[in-house]
C-alpha cells in the first residue's frame, strides 16, 4: 500500500469551521432566548404597569373619601362636644354618613403576582425595580391594616351600639350611602345631602368616633406613601418600556 499523507491543515481548517459552526449555532440560540426572555418581561411588565394605573385610580378615590371621613369626623365630634347635655345631636344626614362608612382599598396585584411566580421578575434588568416590585404587596397590607382595624371597630363596636338608639334615623342615614356607593366613583364626587338626623350622643360613641378618626388619619398617611410608589414604579416600568 502506498502512504499518503492525511491533509492536516485542511482537516484543522474543515474541523475548526465545524465547531465554530455548532457555537455559532449555540451563540445565535442563546441570542434568541434572552431576546424571546426580555419581550416577555417587558410584556409582564406593561400588564403590571396597567395594573398599577387602575390601583392608581383606586387610591386617589380611597385618599378622597377617608379625607371626607377624617373631616367628617371632626365635625360630628365638634357637634357633639358642644352639646354634651342633649342625648341626642341634629346634623345633616351627609355627617352621619361619613362618620359611619367604611372603605375597603382592594389592591389589584395579579400580575405583579404572576411575574413573580413566573420566575422573570429576576430578569428584570433594574435592580432597583425588582426589589421595589418585590416589596409592593408589603406596602399594600401596610397601608390597608389600619383600615381593617378601623372597619373592624366599626362594626363590632360602634355599630351595635348605635344600633339600639331608636331615635337615628338610621334609614337616612342609609339613603346617603345607597346614593354615594351606588353612583360613579370620581374623584370628588359631592354627597347628596336630603336633611338632618339625630345623632346620638354618648362618651362611648364619642370615644369611638375618635378611635376611628385616629385610626383612619394614621391610614391615609400610610396610603400617600403608597400613592408615591405607585408614581415612582409607573416611571420606571414606562422607562423599561
Do not use: C
Request: net charge negative; aromatic share 6%; proline share 3%.
Amino acid at each position: 500500500m502506498t502512504d499518503q499523507k492525511l491533509p492536516w491543515l485542511r482537516v484543522m481548517i474543515e474541523g475548526g469551521v465545524i465547531v465554530a459552526s455548532i457555537l455559532l449555532a449555540f451563540g445565535i440560540d442563546t441570542w434568541w432566548d434572552e431576546r424571546q426572555l426580555e419581550r416577555e418581561v417587558v410584556q409582564e411588565l406593561q400588564s403590571v404597569g396597567r395594573e398599577l394605573r387602575q390601583n392608581q385610580e383606586l387610591l386617589a378615590f380611597q385618599l378622597d373619601i377617608m379625607r371626607r371621613m377624617v373631616q367628617g369626623g371632626d365635625e360630628v365630634l365638634a357637634l357633639l362636644d358642644a352639646n354634651l347635655a342633649p342625648e341626642y345631636v341634629p346634623m345633616p344626614d351627609t355627617l352621619g354618613f361619613l362618620v359611619t362608612t367604611t372603605v375597603t382599598f382592594d389592591a389589584s396585584l395579579g400580575a405583579l403576582d404572576a411575574l413573580i411566580a413566573s420566575g422573570r421578575l429576576a430578569a428584570v434588568a433594574d435592580p432597583e425595580l425588582r426589589l421595589r416590585l418585590s416589596g409592593l404587596r408589603a406596602l399594600v397590607e401596610d397601608a390597608t391594616e389600619l383600615q381593617s382595624l378601623s372597619r373592624s371597630l366599626y362594626f363590632e363596636q360602634m355599630l351595635p351600639l348605635m344600633a339600639d338608639e331608636t331615635a337615628l334615623d338610621h334609614a337616612a342615614i342609609l339613603r346617603v350611602q345607597d346614593a354615594f356607593w351606588g353612583g360613579e366613583r370620581r374623584l370628588g364626587r359631592q354627597l347628596e345631602f336630603a336633611g338632618t338626623v339625630m345623632f346620638p350622643n354618648t362618651p362611648r360613641l364619642r370615644f369611638l368616633i375618635r378611635e376611628r378618626r385616629g385610626l383612619d388619619r394614621v391610614t391615609i398617611s400610610e396610603m400617600i406613601q403608597l400613592q408615591s410608589e405607585l408614581d415612582a414604579l409607573l416611571g420606571m416600568i414606562e422607562a423599561v418600556e
